[in-house]
């Protein structure tokens, strides 16, 4: 074996960058070129990072199908949400669909509570929150325009992910005592929903 | 003493010697590539931000398998109409303000907006992005690099300082060949080319009345300080690099991921059409009266009312099913509708009318004829 000379050490320890960086960019490049090119097959694969799932009480019916309403109608039915994701996330609830140009509509306000207790079959000890009980109380149509999607949605429930997590939503409509005769036989509808984006 | 030790002749375990020499080299010149290797990448993950491309940090699975947490991603900002569906887009995340979220474009949306999808994803993204919202093109993808940072945000600390143990441990094997590259080697050999090899300017004149051993010391000194500048120069310069590198590029981490769930209900509202009354019989004369009926089931709590055209001519109790008017107000050679309003609160019902006419009678009194 011959002796390392210093010169030869020198131009080893040296030789080795140019090629890393080479290297380097050959990574780079062939990385973009196999993320990026669009003609190839889009995978689709479940993410097993973890899950956000969520689920109502509400068995796929509505929460009304109020009928007959006349000025100073009212009523509150309540609905149980729960989050049974592996992922901390935040639920938001907000509007879809909504049909909301009526006279009915315009003459009806909602009120949207968030609490525990209770559930669809009965809002029978629901309890709203101390702090932030109240997420809308408005008319029908400006819930439509205002909530339209997990940005503007409503309320503030942020799940830790570790266990099963229930909040009661409790949904009270009433029809204004002055709503003028033009409503009668009008129909309004909207559809609320919870989503839930992991954090 | 260096040159003591330099020129201390022919070790007993010279071949030892050697291969220990060689394998100082090797190490380090394999750490030293590594070490080029990961700046090359930083480089790679900071450079195009000269250009004003975007750099990211992926810090969640949504576009897996294509692009993972730690890879870096620069976008190259583009004109909002050459964007187009199946690219990769860095947009404002229109969800959670403030985040940047880099999805693949699947669908146009309504309004000119585009729907994007996570790869890994089972739906698309609830809400759709506005054109103006998309920062760019996702160009390039630099694997891994930027894997500390993502650790760092999920408070990963073990695997953190791992990381940087291995980082230091990297930096310090780049160095173990510095007495390799230092020692001079057979003395003829130094004479010649040492200090030119050195590249370097030399410093220790040529004593006049001196021996070469009188020099070499002043050499060595003089090329070890050099070395050890050298390393740790490099050491600095590599680590402010990296750092620096991937400093640029967390800022702005593109957290894509939203896997969202919902679950939904819907309300429908419905407003009563108030029960209206049947006019039956009406009878004319100076005073006319009429009948009326109605459906039930329970009498309309706010009475009923008669109207003669715009005109209300009688108030009735909720339990009356007839009333009277007279010809007051009424215009001679005029036909009007007759109509009942059964009252429920501001509501009504009405019936369907009944026409009535007004004509000439005796004197200044008119009749009112029922049609």
Not at chain 1, 56 to 82: E, H, Q, W, Y
Not at chain 2, 117 to 133: E, M
């Amino acid at each position: 074996m011959s002796r390392v000379s210093p010169r030869a050490a020198r131009l080893a320890a040296w030789i080795a960058v140019p090629a890393a960086l080479v290297a380097s960019g050959v990574v780079v490049s062939t990385a973009s070129y196999s993320a990026f090119s669009a003609t190839t097959a889009n995978p689709t694969s479940n993410w097993t990072a973890g899950t956000v799932a969520l689920s109502d009480d509400d068995a796929n019916t509505a929460l009304f199908t109020a009928t007959k309403l006349k000025p100073g109608s009212t009523d509150s039915r309540c609905i149980t949400v729960t989050s049974t994701g592996s992922l901390p996330s935040t639920v938001k609830l907000y509007a879809t669909n909504p049909q909301t140009t009526s006279v009915l509509a315009t003459n009806t306000s909602i009120k949207i509570e968030q609490g525990t207790g209770g559930g669809f079959a009965s809002c029978s000890g629901f309890t709203p929150a101390t702090t932030g009980g109240t997420i809308f109380e408005d008319s029908l149509p400006n819930l439509g325009t205002q909530a339209t999607g997990f940005a503007n949605g409503l309320g503030t429930w942020t799940t830790a992910g570790t266990a099963n997590e229930t909040r009661v939503y409790r949904v009270t409509y009433t029809v204004a005592p002055a709503t003028p005769n033009a409503a009668q036989g009008t129909t309004a509808s909207i559809g609320l929903t919870w989503e839930a984006q992991n954090n | 003493m260096v040159s003591t030790a330099a020129h201390g002749g022919p070790a007993p375990h010279a071949v030892l010697h050697d291969a220990v020499a060689w394998g100082r080299v090797v190490v380090a010149t394999a750490a030293r590539a590594v070490l080029a290797a990961l700046l090359g990448l930083a480089l790679w993950a900071a450079a195009p931000a000269l250009l004003g491309w975007h750099p990211t940090t992926v810090v969640t699975g949504s576009m897996a398998p294509r692009l993972l947490p730690g890879d870096v991603v620069v976008s190259r900002p583009v004109a909002p109409a050459e964007v187009r569906p199946g690219q990769v887009l860095l947009t404002d995340d229109p969800d959670q303000p403030g985040h940047l979220r880099m999805h693949r474009f699947a669908e146009p949306g309504r309004d000119g907006t585009i729907v994007t999808k996570g790869d890994a994803n089972p739906r698309a993204d609830s809400t759709p992005v506005d054109r103006s919202a998309v920062h760019g093109v996702a160009y390039l993808r630099i694997p891994f690099v930027s894997t500390p940072v993502v650790w760092i945000r999920e408070g990963r600390w073990v695997e953190t300082g791992t990381a940087a143990l291995a980082l230091l441990a990297v930096l310090a094997l780049a160095a173990v060949d510095g007495p390799v590259r230092r020692a001079p080697g057979p003395r003829h050999r130094d004479d010649d080319d040492g200090p030119a090899a050195r590249g370097g300017p030399t410093t220790a004149p040529r004593p006049t009345g001196g021996t070469g051993h009188r020099v070499r010391p002043a050499v060595g000194r003089h090329a070890r300080r050099r070395g050890r500048g050298g390393t740790t120069g490099l050491a600095a310069f590599l680590v402010v690099a990296v750092a620096g590198g991937v400093g640029a590029v967390t800022p702005d981490p593109a957290r894509a991921a939203p896997w969202p769930a919902r679950t939904a209900t819907v309300a429908t509202l419905s407003a009563a059409v108030l029960p209206s009354a049947t006019i039956t019989a009406c009878t004319g004369g100076t005073t006319a009266t009429i009948t009326w009926s109605h459906p039930g089931p329970v009498d309309p709590p706010g009475g009923f009312e008669v109207w003669v055209g715009s005109r209300l001519v009688a108030t009735r109790p909720p339990t009356a099913r007839t009333a009277t008017f007279t010809t007051s107000g009424l215009e001679v050679l005029q036909s009007y509708d007759v109509t009942v309003r059964s009252l429920d609160g501001t509501w009504y019902g009405a019936s369907a009318p009944r026409r009535v006419g007004v004509v000439v009678g005796v004197g200044a009194l008119a009749v009112i004829s029922c049609g």
